[in-house]
């Protein structure tokens, strides 16, 4: 088993950064892939950026270039760095442990090849005006 606890979260000003943790415990040896997925009020959780074991990284369509993902091996932590932030970038976000991407060709995209085998217990971002 592994354990997931974010850290964080808060609420922040449109065009501010935050900064999310996740550190990992328990059976870490075995994980693979690590990564951010985020769910607003009445949506889905969708996946926001993911970090191989390897240091590939992965990022939706809609924080490139203002999300980055990174990860301390020698601490079992994953950090997720959030600048210019946007009122709908505001969900919970939740850190999931061992799973891979795979390219879709059809979408042109890379995306979760399935669901991460852990999940921390979520941290709110609010996004004001």
């Known amino acids: 088993q592994v354990q997931l606890v974010e850290s964080g979260g808060g609420l922040v000003q449109a065009g501010g950064s935050l900064r999310l943790s996740c550190s990992a415990s328990?059976?870490?040896?075995?994980?693979?892939?690590m990564g951010w997925f985020r769910q607003a009020p009445g949506k889905e959780r969708d996946f926001v950026a993911a970090i191989s074991s390897s240091g590939s990284t992965y990022y939706t369509d809609s924080v490139k270039g203002r999300f980055t993902i990174s990860r301390d091996n020698a601490k079992n932590t994953v950090y997720l760095q959030m600048n210019s932030l946007k009122p709908e970038d505001t969900a919970v976000y939740y850190c999931?442990?061992?799973?891979?991407?795979?390219?879709?060709?059809?979408?042109?995209?890379?995306?979760?090849?399935?669901?991460?085998?852990?999940w921390g217990q979520g941290t709110q971002v609010t996004v004001s005006l």
């Open positions: 999931g442990a061992d799973f891979t991407m795979r390219y879709y060709y059809d979408a042109g995209s890379w995306s979760p090849y399935r669901q991460p085998s852990y």
């Open positions: 328990g059976r870490t040896s075995s994980v693979t892939g």
